[in-house]
T-cell receptor, first 110, second 114 residues
């Protein structure tokens, strides 16, 4: 069945790059998403990538997609304290529900 | 402002006392959904609705009910809450189900059942 897996925790030093990884099982997924959940708030869409793309860059964010290995990653350059949050990987196909991973809690140390 | 609202934000109740968590969106979205978030389990879908009067079970529907009488509202009903329903609940909406439509989330309702 469909499944999306992520590690639960990541700690990085302020100013370093953060790389959050995700694996998924549904090879028919057409869109892969990264959502961000800040403390006490709901999820917000951070970025997404269409399955025919390998990479997408948006300012400090870089999304890499390896379709062969069903691996998705989110790189945050120059990580700041405001990046502390839970990051959810998700996959979806048209007219079907979105499947979320368990979330990776990113903490920033000085 | 485009948003999804939920009420209440926090609720402490006792086992067996019926409660309703309201959800409303002002974006004319067809698709609405309820999730619960538990540590280490991520988001699990409880119920969803493709449009008015169309609802269906998600992955963890036991102990919950929903209704969709109007497009903007999608209340979650716990007829007889139990302690294992203590969780953080999110309502979400999107224009339609699935890709490529972004889901918009409410701020969450933290429910404690004693």
């Amino acid at each position: 069945g469909e499944d999306v897996e992520q590690s639960l925790f990541l700690s990085v030093r302020e100013g370093d790059s953060s790389v959050i990884n995700c694996t998924y099982t549904d090879s028919s997924s057409t869109y892969l998403y990264w959502y961000k959940q800040e403390p006490g708030a709901g999820l917000q869409l951070l970025t997404y990538i269409f399955s025919n793309m390998d990479m997408k860059q948006d300012q400090r964010l870089t999304v890499l997609l390896n379709k062969k290995d069903k691996h998705l990653s989110l790189r945050i350059a120059d990580t700041q304290t405001g990046d502390s949050a839970i990051y959810f990987c998700a996959e979806s196909i048209p007219a079907s529900k979105i499947i979320f991973g368990s979330g990776t809690r990113l903490s920033i140390r000085p | 402002e485009a948003q999804v609202t939920q009420n209440p934000r926090y609720l402490i109740t006792v086992t067996g006392k019926k409660l309703t968590v309201t959800c409303s969106q002002n974006m004319n979205h067809e698709y609405m959904s309820w999730y619960r978030q538990d540590p280490g389990l991520g988001l699990r879908q409880i119920y969803y609705s493709m449009n008015v009067e169309v609802t269906d079970k998600g992955d963890v529907p036991e102990g919950y009910k929903v209704s969709r009488k109007e497009k903007r509202n999608f209340p979650l009903i716990l007829e007889s809450p139990s302690p294992n329903q203590t969780s953080l609940y999110f309502c979400a909406s999107s224009l339609r189900q699935g890709a490529p439509y972004e889901q918009y989330f409410g701020p969450g309702t933290r429910l404690t059942v004693t």
